[in-house]
């Protein structure tokens, strides 16, 4: 235990020396791992640990994924979509901020990363609102906010490595999620609205357009609609799984933009390197917590946790709640698949030995996956890290952070009470598994 929680502690302070996060988890667990065994042992586990990962053909799915939102950015399907709910909500108070919400749910929907939803969505909606007198502090704050539902409405990238960790099906995750993604994203039309009922001189109605603009920019969304019906329509009606569903998504995606005139040669050769620049983000991200994970594991502390945490007398909710608790501390100073990559491992086990609502092992894993992903989207808008404030802040330059950070707070609060109804009923996050 005391090697467990040096090692531990070792990574902390790497992190807080600014040393990227997968050599943070690796370094610590390197070291941990060579003095509880041997050099000769870390060495010949390092032989085979990489191409052990990076075989898994699960894992092919992200890459996919991320070429699939590259396409859809470069693409210029980002601008039709903000455009075509603007026409509709944007005549009333806070109807661009509105419109910036449901098109971040809908490049969601096809990107599955919230940093690429927040940039791209800020890149077409932010010098709209500028415009039309919205308060930067509205402004940001929803266009960070936004970008979290890249993750928490399917094809979302964290969900996939849960899945791929906990050996669960992602079709399964992926549908169990809509429900939820749906709410957040009424969540946050509804802080919209009350924040502009309120604060009324943080945003002004736009001119409200005739029917046949409206039906003019809807018809321009119509690709996207596509190949959300191709792609998920073919996963959850048997066709491909979803590693081919996504390599499906991709090509249409693709062939889209390519149609369209927007994606030109520059875009796809800024496409494909987008997709290299994350994907090796992600696994290195991954080998450094495998190496993490397989020191922890020599030192008992989860095996130890998990039998500590099972006869502790509280009910087990608030063991769940205790957990997620913790996810929203440890996002302050994480990203997202730091998080899920380092602990999962170690608390899935322990969650998973408890009785919570007479639910089976499967149903349990899948309700409690999505409560892990909504609560690690807070991660990406508290303070102090709050990456996605950091991209808007990078694109609106003429805001200062501080701004943004009180203008997420009405979102974090829309957040926290849906956590609370997913956790409180189930029922909400496993309905779709009746398609199944």
């Known amino acids: 235990m005391t090697v467990g929680l040096a090692i531990f502690a ?24 060579a003095w509880m065994t041997s050099d000769m042992a870390l060495l010949n586990l390092l032989k085979g640990s990489a191409v052990a990962r990076l075989s898994v053909y699960d894992l092919s799915v992200i890459p996919l994924f991320l070429l699939m939102g590259q396409f859809a950015t470069q693409g210029g399907l980002s601008r039709a979509l ?51 007198g ?3 502090r509205l402004s940001t704050a929803v266009l960070a906010t936004g970008g979290t539902l890249g993750i928490l409405i399917p094809p979302s990238v964290p969900l996939v490595v849960y899945a791929i960790l906990t050996e669960q099906n992602i079709a399964k ?20 609205a009350l924040y502009c009922r309120l604060r009324p001189e943080l945003a002004q109605p736009s001119v409200r357009l005739p029917w046949s603009q409206r039906w003019r920019a809807l018809l321009g969304v119509w690709p996207m609609v596509l190949i959300f019906v191709i792609v998920f329509g073919g996963i959850y009606g048997g066709l491909f799984s979803p590693t081919e569903g996504a390599a499906v998504g991709a090509i249409a995606t693709f ?60 009910h087990p909710l608030v063991i769940v709640a205790s957990i997620l608790a913790f996810y929203i501390v440890l996002g302050c100073v994480m990203d997202e698949l730091s998080m899920l990559l380092l ?25 409690f996956g999505v409560l892990v992903l909504m609560t ?31 203008g997420v707070m009405p979102f974090l609060a829309s957040d926290l009470l849906r956590i609370v109804l997913l956790l409180f009923f189930p029922a909400v996050t496993l309905a779709a598994l009746s398609l199944f």
């Open 376 to 406: 690690v989207g807070i991660g990406m808008l508290a303070p102090p890290v709050g990456l996605n404030v950091y991209v808007v802040n990078g694109m609106a330059r003429d805001v200062p952070m501080n701004e943004t950070y009180k």
């Open 134 to 136: 919205y308060h930067g």
């Open 255 to 314: 062939v889209t933009g390519r149609f369209s005139g927007e994606l030109n040669n520059e875009g796809l050769r800024r496409s494909f390197l987008g997709t290299a620049e994350t994907t090796a983000m992600v696994f290195m991200i991954f080998l450094g917590a495998d190496m993490m994970n397989s020191s922890l594991a020599l030192t008992q502390m989860p095996a130890r946790l998990a039998d500590w945490v099972g006869h502790l007398q509280v």
């Open 10 to 33: 070792a990574m902390l302070l790497l992190m807080a020396l600014r040393v990227p996060i997968a050599a943070a988890m690796f370094i610590p667990g390197a070291l941990g791992y």
């Open 173 to 192: 995750l992926f549908a169990a999620a809509f429900v939820p993604g749906l709410i957040a994203t009424a969540g946050y039309l509804i802080v919209i």
């Open 343 to 367: 602990t999962i491992p170690v608390i899935f086990p322990t969650v998973m030995g408890l009785d919570l609502w007479g639910l089976s092992p499967e149903h349990k894993a899948i309700w």
């Open 82 to 132: 903000f455009k075509a709910a603007a026409a509709f909500v944007g005549h009333k108070r806070g109807g661009l901020a509105m419109a910036a919400i449901m098109a971040s749910a809908a490049f969601g929907a096809v990107c599955g990363s919230s940093v690429a939803t927040c940039a791209t969505i800020t890149q077409v909606a932010y010098e709209e609102m500028k415009r039309g």
